[in-house]
């Protein structure tokens, strides 16, 4: 008699599977915190596994075009940024272990084949490659101590990528058994033609395509530029097999964080818990409502330049987008961001002027020569025109170069990483990575610890002077320059316990802060970051210093 494939589940989890089909960049990913925001407001913990099907092991060495945002956890794992919107949507810190991606897990029966794990036997897909997979899942929620693990399939059904991932799903939905285990599948209802009509045909043909496999979706976020009629629900209901009630419209949303109201308002979060066999209590979602009603009061209005590289795919800096989201849900300020590509701002006279109009610039982080000489003009603007300033990883090493060009009067220095010629080095290889030849995961990277001196601005804005910040660089500031930099007026106000260079600060500057570390990472829509609120704030004292005589106050 054949040994059977399944090994009978030893502990019984709770799943809810979010797949995509039609195109990708549904927005899968805020479907998952949604829901997973549904649940805990009703007092359920969860946690929450992304699932990316590229061969990469993460997403450390991928270019921002490709794949937008690297999101570095706390035990420094390069991950997905869909990992940070699950970490802003249900207010807790993930690890590694929570993005699942076909390298790791290839990586992993390799592995196991190498030292004989198999006893012999030949290795496939099925089932060594889906128990693998399957395995993971059931690790990860357990460790978590959660009682229901979200599970986000990337890209899109009918993917080959994808395939062994929707297999072993199958495969655990059969050993679970019912009710511990549902489906949630998102699709596109685009809406087309002189008249407006929305179309379900990609919808059907996707559904249709995931039910070949043997996946029979509970519930369908039908998303569109507009809500759906009661007439295009039904006919999904009839064509896909699923109650009327089971299709949830998601139309497009002013801001991501209106999704979990958008989808409590349709009955998901007690749907759910009746497909789970979980408590529906009623849920909690006073502070969300209340960061949105101050997130649309707009008592005042600023423009933040951002100054980048990659601005072309604004999905590169979403974290810094979603940080100052989180100011505007706190302070009820509108801010607009004004997208600036660095390579252009040289040659181009008309955004210096724009810049200088600004009411602060953020330079955030990046790698590479292109576009440096941009960043060191906007830190050079906003430093000389008192224009508030926060210079993020990159950003505050090339804060550390103009200061060095135009106050040290040092007109070549740099970063090594630029010209590894330069005289002047202010911004140089950490000394552990100069015997580094692998690309990823090597970097210096995760959460430090990091000492902020007692009578500095920034100790004063995180309330402490010890703070854990995450980090993602191999250069740093050159400690040769220091005194010199503490002479003219840049002061070093935060060190990592090794001594190395975390905070720089200019005292007689309006708000001039570069640190090195990636504060963005940590802000949530609850508990924005100090140093994005505080920007903000200089902002709007800067606008309402400058205003025209007699112009009445934006913040009376």
């Known amino acids: 008699m054949a040994r059977p494939f399944y090994k009978p589940a030893e502990t019984l989890v709770k799943?809810?599977?979010?797949?995509?089909?039609?195109?990708?960049?549904?927005?899968?990913?805020?479907?998952?915190?949604?829901?997973?925001?549904?649940?805990?407001?009703?007092?359920?913990?969860?946690?929450?596994?992304?699932?990316?099907?590229?061969?990469?092991?993460?997403?450390?060495?991928?270019?921002?075009?490709?794949?937008?945002?690297?999101?570095?956890?706390?035990?420094?794992?390069?991950?997905?940024?869909?990992l940070g919107n699950y970490e802003r949507f249900l207010g807790q810190s993930l690890s590694g272990t929570h993005n699942l991606t076909t390298g790791k897990i290839y990586r992993a029966v390799i592995e196991k084949e190498r030292r004989g794990d198999y006893l012999g036997n030949t290795v496939q897909i099925i089932p060594h490659v889906t128990g693998e997979i399957k395995r993971t899942i059931r690790e990860v929620c357990q460790a978590?101590?959660?009682?229901?693990?979200?599970?986000?399939?990337g890209g899109t059904v009918g993917d080959i990528e994808?395939?062994?991932?929707?297999?072993?799903?199958?495969?655990?939905?059969?050993?679970?058994?019912?009710?511990?285990?549902?489906?949630?599948?998102?699709?596109?209802?685009?809406?087309?033609?002189?008249?407006?009509?929305?179309?379900?045909?990609?919808?059907?043909?996707?559904?249709?395509?995931?039910?070949?496999?043997?996946?029979?979706?509970?519930?369908?976020?039908?998303?569109?530029?507009?809500?759906?009629?009661?007439?295009?629900?039904?006919?999904i209901s009839l064509f896909c097999d699923v109650p009327p009630e089971a299709v949830i419209s998601v139309p497009d949303q002013s801001v991501i964080y209106e999704v979990p109201l958008v989808l409590e308002a349709q009955g998901v979060g007690t749907r759910l818990t009746r497909l789970l066999g979980l408590p529906d209590r009623p849920p909690d979602f006073a502070a969300w409502k209340e960061f949105l009603a101050t997130y649309r009061r707009g008592t005042a209005a600023i423009e933040v330049a951002v100054v980048g590289k990659y601005t072309d795919l604004r999905d590169a800096y979403l974290s810094h987008s979603e940080a100052f989201h989180h100011c505007q849900g706190h302070l009820g300020v509108d801010i607009h961001l004004q997208?600036?590509?660095?390579?252009?701002?040289?040659?181009?006279?008309?955004?210096?002027?724009?810049?200088?109009?600004?009411?602060?610039?953020?330079?955030?982080?990046?790698?590479?020569?292109?576009?440096?000489?941009?960043?060191?003009?906007?830190?050079?603007?906003?430093?000389?025109?008192?224009?508030?300033?926060?210079?993020?990883?990159?950003?505050?090493?090339?804060a550390a170069v103009e200061y060095a060009r135009?106050?040290?009067?040092?007109?070549?220095?740099?970063?090594?990483?630029?010209?590894?010629?330069?005289?002047?080095?202010?911004?140089?290889?950490?000394?552990?990575?100069?015997?580094?030849?692998?690309?990823?995961?090597?970097?210096?990277?995760?959460?430090?610890?990091?000492?902020?001196?007692?009578?500095?601005?920034v100790a004063a804005l995180y309330g402490k002077t010890e703070i854990w910040e995450r980090h993602r660089h191999r250069y740093?500031?050159?400690?040769?320059?220091?005194?010199?930099?503490?002479?003219?007026?840049?002061?070093?106000?935060?060190?990592?316990?090794?001594?190395?260079?975390?905070?720089?600060?200019?005292?007689?500057?309006?708000?001039?802060?570069?640190?090195?570390?990636?504060p963005e990472f940590l802000s949530r829509p609850e508990s924005p970051h100090p140093l994005y609120l505080a920007?903000?704030?200089?902002?709007?004292?800067?606008?309402?210093?400058?205003?025209?005589?007699?112009?009445p106050s934006a913040l009376a």
């Not at 500031?477 to 200019?506: C, H, M, Q, S, W």
């Open 339 to 398: 997208w600036y590509d660095s390579e252009d701002i040289p040659r181009n006279p008309s955004l210096i002027a724009r810049l200088e109009r600004s009411d602060a610039v953020l330079v955030p982080g990046g790698f590479g020569a292109r576009g440096v000489e941009g960043k060191v003009k906007a830190i050079g603007i906003a430093r000389t025109k008192g224009i508030p300033f926060l210079g993020v990883c990159y950003g505050f090493q090339m």
């Open 15 to 82: 799943v809810i599977v979010v797949s995509g089909g039609v195109i990708s960049g549904l927005g899968k990913g805020i479907t998952t915190s949604s829901l997973g925001r549904l649940l805990k407001a009703r007092g359920i913990a969860v946690t929450i596994l992304k699932i990316d099907p590229y061969l990469n092991v993460d997403a450390g060495t991928m270019n921002p075009y490709q794949h937008g945002e690297v999101f570095v956890l706390d035990d420094g794992t390069e991950a997905d940024l869909d």
């Open 162 to 235: 994808s395939m062994p991932f929707l297999e072993a799903l199958r495969e655990l939905s059969y050993e679970l058994g019912e009710g511990h285990m549902a489906f949630v599948h998102t699709t596109l209802v685009p809406v087309v033609g002189p008249v407006g009509e929305a179309k379900t045909k990609p919808t059907q043909h996707s559904v249709r395509e995931l039910r070949a496999i043997g996946i029979r979706p509970n519930l369908i976020i039908a998303r569109g530029p507009a809500p759906l009629s009661s007439d295009i629900k039904t006919k």
């Open 406 to 457: 135009d106050v040290l009067d040092l007109p070549r220095a740099n970063s090594t990483e630029i010209d590894p010629e330069t005289p002047d080095p202010v911004v140089c290889l950490l000394e552990e990575q100069k015997t580094v030849n692998d690309m990823g995961g090597t970097m210096r990277l995760g959460a430090q610890r990091v000492v902020l001196a007692r009578e500095s601005k």
């Open 144 to 153: 978590a101590g959660a009682d229901v693990i979200l599970v986000e399939v």
């Open 476 to 518: 740093e500031i050159n400690p040769k320059y220091l005194e010199r930099f503490e002479k003219v007026g840049l002061r070093v106000t935060g060190r990592a316990v090794d001594g190395r260079v975390e905070v720089l600060e200019a005292p007689d500057h309006p708000f001039f802060v570069g640190v090195q570390y990636h």
């Open 535 to 551: 920007l903000v704030r200089a902002a709007l004292a800067r606008k309402e210093v400058v205003r025209p005589v007699g112009v």
